[in-house]
């Protein structure tokens, strides 16, 4: 799922929407591990091979299908001035070619029989992913475990990616409005702490990559003790465990890299950019500091979020769009990844109408949070949004894998998330109330808006 131009891979299902997958998972699996303050029973197993690598493993047989994931934790977050992108560079040149398969070799066999195959990068850690017919499961260990240890890397598939690259940002980025908007506001929103460099990166780094930085990077990231495997689906789980084993128990794993994230100082000034272009109406985007996902308050600004903008019964929609008739779209979320992020939001206003008058409603809204709290009817509102929302994401193998992914991730443990459930359950008023007071300050807010070129 993605809002605001951000793969929501990140702690969404886990910290935004998860209270409600202990009744789906009691449905769809079979028991054997079990969290036993909530009763949640899921055939899961989690294993380390001796090389560092994790390995989550879900059974189910209800359809013939597996979602095979490959996670390393690695991200833009991870990335240097004079190196941004190089995470994203290898979400193209893991499909390049290695020891066993020529470039576009994997597509071709995996892709003839049925195979969906693709990859992402966040800010935190990078995918790639396969939803294959069961019959293929050892072909895709075999595939994985090769591009792990023999991919291969030389000046024509690292030139030939460049020019890739460059041409995706100019139609995806510098084409795009929306994303011109989420660059400048986290370039904007963030000083220090590199969540403001883009997940693409700055093509001055990118253009004058070098082989030898790929090969560091690659040596020091995509590694056993710096991966997890994520397997859902059709398949049995000791022989599985036992066939990820002979494939990749002879990979070397060598120490995870020690990174100096440098931590954003305190903002204390509202920040504001105006971008002119050749558009027709007026839009923005704010932000507001948030903690990470592990904090606590995460859970509030959840309910916060979906109290004020999911769906047409939200406040926001409810005012700017249905009685204000202001704006066109819009919407809000509280990112919250493994270092700090940000209460986004998100306006489109209508033909002629200055973004002021929107940013007004806004405040008042948050405002009224501030001095009256929600009710306990809009808190059943939310429960409800929140239950839709992660039923429709993880009913698949792919987005349950998701989920697992994202928890060992963030928290190091796939069955964590089974905790939400009680705490979102006592998400209060007064909870969302004091969020909404603690983080909804002018002065931790910056804001981007788009406005038409003048004739």
């Given at each position: ?82 190196s941004t992108g190089v995470s994203h ?114 093509p001055a780094d990118w253009i004058s ?170 808190l059943q509102f939310a429960a409800r ?71």
């Amino acid at each position: 799922m993605k809002r605001f131009g951000f793969q929501l891979s990140r702690f969404f299902f886990a910290s935004l929407l998860s209270w409600m997958i202990a009744i789906f998972s009691c449905v769809l699996f079979s028991c054997q591990k079990t969290n036993d303050s909530l009763g949640i029973q899921l055939n899961l197993e989690k294993k380390t091979l001796s090389n560092g690598l994790t390995v989550i493993l879900v059974e189910d047989h209800t359809m013939p299908l597996v979602s095979f994931q490959t996670w390393f934790k690695v991200g833009s977050v991870n990335e240097k001035l004079g190196s941004t992108g190089v995470s994203h560079m290898f979400e193209h040149l893991m499909f390049q070619g290695i020891k066993k398969y020529p470039a576009q070799e994997i597509f071709k066999q995996l892709e003839a029989q049925g195979a969906e195959v693709s990859a992402f990068t966040n800010r935190d850690y990078s995918v790639f992913y396969h939803l294959i017919p069961s019959g293929l499961l050892e072909k895709v260990v075999d595939i994985e475990s090769d591009r792990m240890s023999h991919l291969i890397l030389n000046e024509e598939v690292l030139n030939k990616e460049k020019l890739i690259i460059f041409e995706e940002r100019r139609l995806r980025g510098e084409s795009s409005y929306d994303s011109q908007l989420q660059e400048a506001l986290w370039q904007l929103a963030y000083r220090r702490h590199p969540y403001y460099q883009p997940v693409v990166g700055y093509p001055a780094d990118w253009i004058s990559m070098t082989l030898s930085q790929l090969q560091k990077h690659f040596k020091s990231y995509y590694q056993p003790r710096n991966a997890t495997l994520v397997l859902v689906g059709d398949f049995k789980l000791a022989p599985t465990f036992k066939l990820i084993q002979r494939y990749y128990g002879e990979i070397p794993g060598r120490p995870r890299p020690k990174d100096e994230i440098p931590e954003e100082p305190e903002q204390n000034e509202e920040r504001r950019l105006i971008i002119r272009e050749r558009v027709i109406s007026e839009r923005f985007v704010q932000a507001y500091h948030i903690p990470s996902a592990q904090h606590d308050d995460a859970y509030a600004l959840d309910v916060l979020a979906t109290l004020l903008f999911e769906g047409k019964g939200s406040r926001a929609q409810k005012r700017l769009i249905q009685e204000k008739n202001l704006a066109l779209s819009i919407s809000g979320i509280a990112f919250t990844p493994s270092y700090p992020g940000l209460f986004l939001i998100s306006c489109t206003l209508k033909s002629k109408l200055s973004s002021a008058l929107a940013e007004a409603e806004l405040d008042r809204l948050i405002s009224e949070v501030q001095d009256h709290g929600v009710s306990e009817e809009e808190l059943q509102f939310a429960a409800r949004q929140l239950t839709f929302l992660l039923l429709d994401g993880v009913r698949s193998y792919y987005g349950l894998g998701q989920l697992m992914g994202t928890v060992q991730m963030i928290l190091g443990d796939p069955m964590k998330f089974s905790k939400d459930l009680k705490k979102y359950a006592q998400v209060k008023s007064q909870d969302v109330q004091r969020v909404a007071q603690k983080y909804f300050d002018p002065n931790h807010r910056s804001i981007v808006i788009l406005m038409p070129k003048s004739p």
